[in-house]
């Protein structure tokens, strides 16, 4: 089992953008520098206070403080909707230890 003390919090998911199963999320980490140097980044996000790790296939901005985010295995709206306003949590090994802080 995860342990959240190895993951800060970063944000949390807004709604559903489009039909493909994108959602907005609202997040204090800039992921785009993460997004280009891993291929396979990992957002965890809570479930019944445990983490479950999602993986990010697509990863865009909107605006100035808004990033669209599109998850492994999630396709449809419908789908997306189900974890709007989720918290998203990363793991602390991503983060400078300012951005931890």
Same mark, same amino acid.
């Given at each position: 089992?995860?342990?959240?003390?190895?993951?800060?919090?970063?944000?949390?998911?807004?709604?559903?953008?489009?039909?493909? $199963?994108?959602?907005?999320?609202?997040?204090?980490?800039?992921?785009?520098?993460?997004? &280009? #140097?891993? %291929?396979? /980044?990992?957002?965890f996000l809570e479930e019944q206070e445990l983490l479950i790790p999602y993986r990010v296939l697509k990863l865009r901005t909107? $605006?100035?403080?808004?990033?669209?985010?599109?998850?492994?295995?999630?396709?449809?709206? &419908? #789908?997306? %909707?189900? /974890?709007?306003?989720?918290?998203?949590?990363?793991?602390?090994?991503?983060?400078?230890?300012?951005?931890?802080?």
């Open positions: 089992m995860l342990d959240k003390a190895d993951f800060e919090p970063i944000g949390r998911l807004g709604r559903t953008h489009g039909i493909g $199963g994108e959602l907005s999320a609202k997040l204090s980490v800039d992921l785009s520098v993460l997004w &280009e #140097e891993d %291929e396979r /980044l990992f957002l909107k $605006g100035d403080e808004i990033d669209l985010i599109t998850f492994s295995g999630i396709t449809t709206k &419908e #789908e997306a %909707e189900a /974890l709007t306003g989720r918290p998203v949590w990363l793991d602390r090994d991503y983060l400078s230890d300012e951005e931890a802080e």
